[in-house]
Structures are given as structure tokens and as C-alpha cells.
């Protein structure tokens, strides 16, 4: 179902929280791809940057964040390309509701406890598709709950009437709702249990293949995203680290972070792996450490790694579709910035 075909790029985005001196960068220089009809999972601890990704691709950043550099370029199904960080508000407005669903952390406690499963529903589908009928709303509306694994007879319940996982489908419904086409999920499990969020997830891709829309998801849980996705990229430090096809990554991680990462969370199924954690703390962004940023929590650190920054790039000799930032992995190619933010000159490749 994932295409080669790109449907939103990011590039070189920069976001920092406050203006001058005071600025904290906490997304440095990101370049990433999500192709058309691709699960694309997004992981890394917490305080590293994700979800300031999501913010500010989608222009929802909170103040004091602003994105102070890059372009987000959407590839819509007809019509001309566009950045979404030129976008006039009232443009904004139309692609969020016509392109684009996102579903943030906590999303299940935003359903309005005093009106029905049903009235939610419809009234986004009226909301947006006004010409529709009200018996056409409704079976709309009932269409999405079997879509999403609830009986449609739920439609008169109140949200304290469901499960956690049955809200949440609920949002998931209606994200769906207006046949978007990119979908970005922001940690919409982790409220919940871990075979529920294994069930979500694995709905979510199921429905992917029949609809055709894209996923970024985005979870500190990365055993969960090698199940479920076609691609990963991780970050550490505001940074994308590595990327590659989930079953590479799954494989052979290259980043001793991913590693780290991996061995960080129960995998359900595939072969067990021990556990080990990650030592040490996520770095503090007011002041990152010189050279690779992993280098204080990385056991495999070189010397060099303490004082030049690593690269992302396509590591020599190893095969497929990767990148990464490492110097265990000498480049074949360079892309983007080095981590101190100098120009690197090389053969540049996508990230895609
Ligand atoms: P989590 O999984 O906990 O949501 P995350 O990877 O999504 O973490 P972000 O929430 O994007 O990370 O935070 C990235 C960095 O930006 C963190 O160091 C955080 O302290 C900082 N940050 C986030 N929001 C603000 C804010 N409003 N003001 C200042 N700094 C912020
Ligand atoms: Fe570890 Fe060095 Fe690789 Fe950084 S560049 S992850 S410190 S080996």
C-alpha cells in the first residue's frame, strides 16, 4: 500500500521555545519524508522532540515555541504543492479539516461527557459536510464506529459509558471521518493497556490499506512501531538519529541509541530480547553536549565522538534505504547538517 511517492517533506525544520538568547532549540534540522499511504513511526524518549515535531508541522505550536526554520511541503491528491509554514490562517483551517486529522496525547478525555457517542459523531460530519442529510449523518456515523471495532448499537452511549480503548477508537473514528490524508497520531495509546494498543495500532494499519491515508505515529514504545509500521525515524536531542524500514531497524540497529531504545521495551512477539535500559538522562537542550550528543550515554562512544558531531547519512557498505548519525557508521553519503549546524558538503540524498 506505501508508495514511493512523496505526500508531505519536511525540511530542515528548526523549532525553538522562546526568541533571542533565551531561545531552546528543541527540533534541530530535521529532514524527513512520509510517502503516500505509509505508516511512518516516530520514536524516542521523552523530551526529545516529537511531539514538538508534530506541533510544528501541523502549526499548532503552543507560544512560546515558534519554528524558526525549514519547510513542511504537502503534496495534496490534485493541485499544486504547498508549504504548509506559508499558509494563511484561512488556508490553514481548510487543510486541516480537508487533508489532515490529528489525534494528540490524552485525546480520549476531549470527547464531551454530557452528549452522546452519535451527536459527536454527526456533528463533525456536519460540520464539514453540510449538504449531507441527517439519516445520511447517522449511517455515517455508524459506518465509522464498525469501522473503528464498535458495535454500531454504541452510538447512544455517553463517553463514560465506554472503555478507554472504546474512546479512543471513537477519536480514531472520527479522524477518519473526513477521509483524510494524512493522519498524525501523537502517543494516542498510551493510556492504555499494552495488547489495547496493539489492537489499535494493528486496526489503524488495516484501515490504511483499505483508505489509502498516511500515519505518522509517534510513541516513546518503539517495540510497538516495529510491529506496525512500513518505516521509522528516531530522535534524541530535537535530532533524527537513524531512519530506516521497520524490519531493518528491528534487525540490526545501527544508532546505539536505537539499540538501547529496542532493548528498553518487551517485544510480543519475535524472538526475546534481554532488556538492558538506557544509562544516564536525556540531554538537557539549554546546553547539549559537544560532539555527538548521545556520547555521556553511549557505551560504544569513540573519542572522536566527544567532540565532532556525526552526520546523518547513508552509512557505507550497509544495504537498503537507511540514514544515520553515527561515527561507528562511516557516510557514503551526507545529508542535512552536522550537529553543530555546519553545511556538510557530500553527495546529498533524501531521507526517503
Ligand atoms: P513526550 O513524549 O514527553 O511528549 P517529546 O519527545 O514529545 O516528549 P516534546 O514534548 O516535543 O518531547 O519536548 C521537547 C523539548 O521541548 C523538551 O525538552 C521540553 O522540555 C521542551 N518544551 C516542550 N514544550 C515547551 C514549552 N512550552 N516551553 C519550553 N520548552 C518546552
Ligand atoms: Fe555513540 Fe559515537 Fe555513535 Fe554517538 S557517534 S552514538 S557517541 S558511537
Redesign the pocket.
Known amino acids: 500500500m506505501s508508495t514511493a511517492e512523496p505526500l508531505l517533506e519536511i525540511k530542515n525544520l528548526c523549532?525553538d521555545?522562546?526568541l533571542g538568547d533565551q531561545a531552546?532549540t528543541?527540533?534541530r534540522d530535521v529532514t524527513l519524508t512520509l510517502n503516500r499511504g505509509e505508516v511512518l513511526g516516530l520514536a524516542?524518549?521523552?523530551?526529545?522532540?516529537?511531539?514538538?515535531?508534530?506541533?510544528g508541522v501541523t502549526r499548532l505550536l503552543?507560544?512560546?515555541?515558534v519554528v524558526s526554520a525549514g519547510s513542511v511541503i504537502y503534496h495534496p491528491r490534485s493541485g499544486p504543492s504547498v508549504d504548509l509554514l506559508g499558509m494563511t490562517p484561512a488556508q490553514l483551517r481548510a487543510f486541516r479539516w480537508a487533508e489532515t486529522s490529528i489525534v494528540f496525547?490524552g485525546a480520549m478525555n476531549s470527547l464531551n461527557p454530557v452528549h452522546k457517542v452519535a451527536t459527536q459523531l454527526t456533528d463533525v460530519i456536519k460540520a464539514h459536510e453540510p449538504k449531507l442529510g441527517a439519516a445520511a449523518r447517522v449511517a455515517r456515523a455508524r459506518q465509522l464506529l464498525t469501522m473503528v471495532g464498535i458495535a454500531a448499537d454504541r452510538m447512544d452511549s455517553y463517553p463514560h459509558q465506554l472503555s478507554g480503548g472504546m474512546r479512543q477508537r471513537v477519536m480514531i473514528g472520527m479522524a477518519l471521518a473526513l477521509e483524510p490524508q494524512l493522519v498524525i497520531m501523537?502517543?494516542p495509546t498510551?493510556a492504555l493497556d499494552v495488547v489495547m494498543q496493539r489492537q489499535i495500532l494493528g486496526q489503524l494499519v488495516e484501515l490504511r490499506e483499505r483508505l489509502g491515508f498516511s500515519v505518522l505515529f509517534?510513541?516513546?514504545d518503539l517495540s510497538l512501531l516495529v510491529e506496525f509500521t512500513d518505516r521509522i525515524a528516531i530522535?534524541y536531542g530535537?535530532q533524527i538519529v537513524e531512519q530506516a524500514p521497520s524490519a531493518e531497524i528491528y534487525a540490526t540497529p545501527l544508532h546505539p541509541y536505537s539499540d538501547g531504545l529496542l532493548h528498553s521495551f518487551p517485544a510480543l512477539r519475535g524472538p526475546r530480547r534481554e532488556l538492558a535500559g538506557i544509562p544516564g538522562s536525556?540531554p538537557?537542550?539549554r546546553g547539549m553536549p559537544p560532539g555527538c550528543p548521545f556520547h555521556p550515554r553511549c557505551r560504544r562512544a569513540l573519542e572522536q565522538c566527544e567532540t565532532q558531531p556525526p552526520v546523518l547519512a547513508r552509512p557505507a557498505g550497509v544495504g537498503g534505504n537507511r540514514t544515520v548519525s553515527c561515527w561507528l557508521h562511516p557516510a557514503s553519503a551526507t545529508i542535512g547538517h552536522a550537529m553543530n549546524g555546519d553545511q556538510i558538503l557530500g553527495d546529498p540524498v533524501g531521507s526517503h
Open positions: 523549532v521555545y522562546g531552546v528543541a527540533v524516542g524518549e521523552s523530551g526529545s522532540g516529537k511531539s514538538t515535531l508534530a506541533y503552543p507560544p512560546p515555541g496525547q501523537d502517543e498510551t509517534i510513541t516513546h530522535m530535537g536525556p538537557d537542550l
